[in-house]
């Protein structure tokens, strides 16, 4: 495995961790071993809990209502992508193959984004605008419902 498809898997692993809000993950291939963890979104809840209780004091409410616009804001810019269909989610052509995108890609209107099988028949989602993929918020194999957001693209 060349330094390039570690890379992609690794960002891959690290988008799993933020949208699933596991802890950790490890993968073992047959001459790499990959784990990431995620120490930085237990602090982050915490915090944004904090900040919720200490909203009546001006002070510490004013400080954590600035860095938490602009996490609110991330959610609601964007361009939601929505699933046309019920089906699995793939999110590359075959298991082997390298993702159609990745968090922090570019894409332009019209480009692959996904995959959604329904009846063994494999859907092409393509993206609806030019922009950077935000958010992809399925997992390989994760069923999708009907008009589900499947990826945010900014």
């Given at each position: 495995m060349d330094i390039k498809?570690?890379?992609?898997?690794?960002?891959e692993l690290m988008d799993a961790l933020r949208t699933s809000g596991l802890g950790e993950v490890?993968?073992?291939?047959?001459?790499?071993?990959?784990?990431?963890?995620?120490?930085?979104?237990?602090?982050?809840?915490?915090?944004a809990a904090a900040?919720?209780?200490?909203?009546?004091?001006?002070p510490a409410s004013g400080a954590a209502e600035q860095p938490a616009a602009p996490a609110a804001d991330v959610h609601v810019t964007g361009t939601e992508v929505k699933s046309p269909l019920v089906g699995t989610f793939y999110s590359a052509p075959s298991p082997d193959a390298p993702p159609f995108v990745l968090v922090g890609q570019k894409v332009k209107e019209g480009d692959t984004l996904f995959?959604?099988?329904?009846?063994?028949?494999?859907?092409?989602?393509?993206?609806?605008?030019?922009?950077?993929?935000?958010?992809?918020?399925?997992?390989?194999?994760?069923?999708?419902?009907?008009?589900?957001?499947?990826?945010?693209?900014?």
């Open positions: 498809e570690l890379k992609d898997v690794a960002l490890e993968l073992e291939l047959d001459d790499a071993k990959i784990k990431i963890k995620s120490a930085p979104p237990a602090p982050v809840v915490a915090a900040p919720a209780a200490a909203a009546p004091s001006a995959i959604i099988e329904a009846m063994k028949t494999m859907n092409e989602i393509k993206s609806p605008c030019d922009g950077t993929v935000a958010r992809i918020l399925a997992q390989p194999g994760d069923m999708v419902e009907y008009n589900q957001t499947v990826a945010i693209i900014e």
